[in-house]
């Protein structure tokens, strides 16, 4: 699927137009799989990351795409325990820091390989390298460590610099830079590879795939989007690898209400044009 790439706002002329890239692919038969980011994409960024929240509003909508045989998976840098809070009431699945922790259901989660990585050990020498800047904020993950400067921007290079160090010390562990954010995490997270997982787990052979994010760590999974003939649409004027964009988290909450909407229309007629057959055969 192609795309420009350019911006699009969410009015009723945006939403019939990107819908339109999505009609052809519609049948009774055809199953849909949603993969969400959650922070600048669904939820505001906050200074605080543990003061975020998803609006009522976007809940309810993801509530009704679920009943509409939409599959909604979510894909964050948070740990399934923050995200699956932050979600509530909703369950679904998530693959969380970044793909590392998967979760399925309360039955089914699961990690993946991280070499055994001493993250103690990690946690106390960042702390060590963050104690001449109480500024800066670190959460402690379970399987990644992130150097926040949200209520700091002017700590940005001071916090690359940071995660830099650490890495010369963990040369197993990679950089993972966002908003305002940079993470240490193991070589093996990666929101394309966790995407192919879950289609894989899941056995999702035949799903037409669309994913929304806002940042670097998600263009991996732009990637595999585009791969997959899906739609890949980026929130922010940031350069990207996916097709299409939206403007900020409000216009993601806008977009997801009419592709509820159109959906359920769609559906409404589908079951009036098999009713149709059904009588014409009686």
């Known amino acids: 699927m192609c795309g420009s790439s350019s911006y699009y706002h969410s009015d009723q002329h945006y939403a019939h137009n990107l819908l339109q ?25 906050h200074p605080d990351p543990s003061q ?11 509530q009704q795409l679920s009943h ?28 969380g820091t970044h793909g590392l922790e998967i979760k ?16 103690s050990s ?14 800066l904020l670190i959460e402690n993950k379970t399987y990644s460590v992130a150097i926040h400067y949200r209520q700091h921007p002017e700590l940005a290079d001071i916090a690359k610099q940071i995660a830099e160090e650490i890495l010369e010390t ?48 998600d263009e991996s999974g732009f990637k595999v989007i585009n791969q997959l003939e899906g739609i890949s649409i980026k929130v922010g004027p940031e350069p990207t690898q996916a097709h299409y964009r939206l403007k900020n988290v409000e216009d993601v909450t806008d977009f997801l209400d009419l592709f509820s ?3 359920e229309e769609h559906c409404l007629r589908l079951s009036q044009v098999s009713e149709g057959e059904k009588a014409c055969l009686d």
């Open 68 to 95: 509409l045989n939409v599959l909604i998976i979510f894909l964050t840098g948070r740990s399934v325990k923050v995200a699956s809070k932050l979600l509530f009431p909703l369950k679904m699945p998530i693959a």
């Open 261 to 263: 909407q159109f959906l």
């Open 122 to 135: 990690l946690q106390d020498d960042i702390r060590k390298r963050c104690q001449p800047y109480p500024q």
């Open 52 to 62: 975020s929240f998803i609006s009522f509003t976007t809940l309810n909508t993801l």
């Open 170 to 217: 963990y040369p197993e562990l990679k950089i993972n830079e966002g908003k305002y954010v940079f993470e240490l995490l193991p070589q093996q997270a990666d929101k394309g590879q966790a995407i192919q997982t879950m289609l894989e787990y899941l056995n999702l052979n035949d799903v037409f795939a669309i994913f929304i994010g806002d940042d670097k760590t």
């Open 21 to 45: 890239f999505i009609i052809p692919y519609l049948s009774r038969d055809k199953k849909y799989c949603l993969f969400l980011d959650i922070d600048g994409t669904i939820s505001e960024f």
């Open 104 to 119: 399925i259901d309360d039955d089914t989660q699961f990690s993946i390989a991280t070499n055994a990585i001493h993250f």
